[in-house]
């Protein structure tokens, strides 16, 4: 049964879909929250900067949520009403990124990719959160 508020019946068919792009089984702990967060369609948190100060953003996106389905995607940053990115990227990336949320942070790879438009190489210790 899951622990989240999604209706298990919505998320419990998309969690086995998710596993072999996500990781795998190894990983189910993190996959359910992660994929319960995609059928939100919205997810916000902050970005932090160097100086210790953090920029709220609300990332939010449109689509089917299935593995190889392209998402269109928005990035607003409330406080910055100029500062706006759309994007797309297929929903299991996005399902990834969320697993490696930590408190309200997006990993820096996820930074990295819509600066750039590369996925850098992972570094396989879990710690790629700026």
């Known amino acids: 049964m899951s622990t989240t508020n999604e209706q298990p019946s919505l998320l419990e068919p998309l969690v086995p879909l998710f596993s072999p792009y996500c990781g795998g089984v190894t990983y189910q702990p993190l996959l359910e929250p992660a994929v319960a967060q995609l059928l939100r369609r919205e997810w916000s948190g902050q970005r932090p900067l160097s100086?210790?100060?953090?920029?709220r953003f609300v990332l939010a996106w449109q689509g089917e949520p299935a593995p190889l389905e392209t998402l269109s995607c928005?990035?607003?940053?409330?406080?910055?009403a100029d500062l706006h990115y759309t994007f797309e990227m297929p929903a299991y990336q996005l399902v990834y990124w969320l697993m490696q949320r930590q408190d309200d942070q997006l990993p820096l790879t996820f930074w990295q990719w819509l600066l750039t438009g590369t996925v850098p190489a992972p570094t396989g210790n879990g710690t790629d959160v700026a």
């Open 51 to 55: 100086d210790g100060r953090a920029h």
């Open 74 to 80: 928005s990035l607003r940053f409330p406080e910055q």
